[in-house]
């Protein structure tokens, strides 16, 4: 075992930060975890985490539940992919293993949404098994730890990092020393000004002796994220609004929406949204007065949308092949799935009937779809958006 082991695991022991699932690690309530801790920080995922147990309490509770409930139980972690993965395999251990929760990372490996990291996370953490569970935090750790150059988060360092590390594993204390790896990563070797003094294996850390823990992990120049503008409709038949459900294929898939998209080379943002709607449901609507802008950011992109205020003029909703619409309330959207983006336009039509509007009510002249009109990014005064 090195040197640095046994300190590693007792400054673990001794001071554990509380999360529900470290203190009663039952498979289920790890593998729940886990989906929700990638891409997401652990003070995030705890309140979300909560809801869904007391919602889905079991993994036969939530192979019996619909995508729409699961998402909807998701409903601002964002990723949601991780929600349909997780039910899909919850109905597939359901179906096919009784219920049981495979123990072998190789196993784990063979479901949905299951990576190498997350099933040896599981595998080491709810059943013992001595596998290295490699995430961000222990590549940072271990990039200072042995000055690696490779950069993170390369399939080269991975695999370096893994044969590292898996002959130190404990084979009683699999769960423990893959928690305190992550552990140490979180809250002391941090990608940014490492808390060295407080650091249990600093005596080891080849960066720390070579003055160099900021020049570790090695970090490829990263590169800005695109921003998209679109327009969306806000479509009033009497009191309700036409809200869409995305594919399953698409990013976000199964919440529900206000129809618009992308304006063409040219197409200002109310040509869009006439357009948009006209492809995607058969309706011709009129476009009114802007509710105002919301911005949004992903992981990989940011989105700024102008919401319209639009009237019905004719037709009936004609979806594309797999895409459902329906004609809801305001208040009767918040029962579905929905995105932070479309969270945010509810605020803003929320706010302007609160002003007196009156919603489809309010006189309002039609503005001009044509080329003429303004193309910008909508009105000032937008707020600001959040990561999902």
């Not at 309490?57 to 998402?71: I, K």
Request: glycine share 8%; net charge positive; with cysteine.
């Amino acid at each position: 075992m090195a040197s640095w082991v046994p300190a590693l695991l007792r400054w673990f022991a001794n001071d554990p930060r509380p999360m529900p699932w470290r203190d009663r690690p039952e498979p289920y309530w790890v593998w729940v975890s886990e989906i929700m801790l990638q891409q997401t920080q652990v003070a995030t995922v705890i309140p979300y985490f909560d809801r869904f147990i007391r919602r889905f309490p079991t993994l036969r509770a939530l192979a019996g539940a619909s995508e729409q409930e699961v998402l909807k139980a998701w409903q601002g972690l964002g990723y949601y992919t991780r929600a349909r993965n997780l039910r899909q395999a919850a109905r597939r251990l359901a179906a096919e293993a009784g219920g049981r929760i495979p123990a072998a990372a190789a196993e784990l490996r063979r479901l949905p949404g299951i990576g190498d990291y997350t099933a040896a996370a599981i595998a080491s953490i709810a059943f013992g098994e001595p596998v290295a569970a490699i995430d961000g935090n222990v590549l940072r750790v271990a990039s200072r730890l042995w000055r690696l150059n490779d950069p993170i988060p390369g399939a080269r360092l991975k695999a370096e990092v893994r044969a590292r590390l898996t002959p130190l594993i404990p084979p009683d204390k699999a769960s423990a020393f893959n928690q305190a790896l992550m552990e140490l990563g979180a809250r002391i070797c941090k990608p940014r000004h490492p808390l060295c003094t407080a650091c249990p294996v600093r005596r080891f850390c080849e960066a720390r002796r070579a003055g160099e823990t900021e020049r570790y992990p090695v970090v490829p120049a990263a590169k800005r994220p695109p921003r998209i503008r679109a327009a969306v409709a806000v479509i009033w038949k009497g009191p309700r609004v036409l809200m869409a459900q995305r594919r399953t294929n698409q990013l976000l898939g199964g919440l529900w929406e206000f129809p618009g998209g992308k304006p063409k080379a040219g197409e200002s943002l109310e040509r869009a949204a006439a357009r948009e709607v006209r492809e995607e449901t058969g309706l011709r609507i009129r476009v009114l007065a802007p509710y105002g802008v919301v911005r949004h950011a992903y992981s990989h992109f940011s989105v700024v949308l102008t919401a319209f205020r639009c009237r019905l003029l004719a037709g009936s909703p004609r979806p594309k092949a797999s895409q459902r619409v329906n004609w809801v309330t305001p208040a009767g959207a918040h029962r579905l799935p929905l995105p932070g983006a479309t969270l945010k336009i509810l605020d803003l039509i929320a706010a302007d009937r609160a002003r007196g509007s009156g919603g489809p009510r309010r006189r309002l002249a039609g503005l001009a779809i044509s080329d003429k009109n303004r193309t910008g990014s909508g009105p000032r005064g937008a707020g600001t958006g959040d990561r999902p």
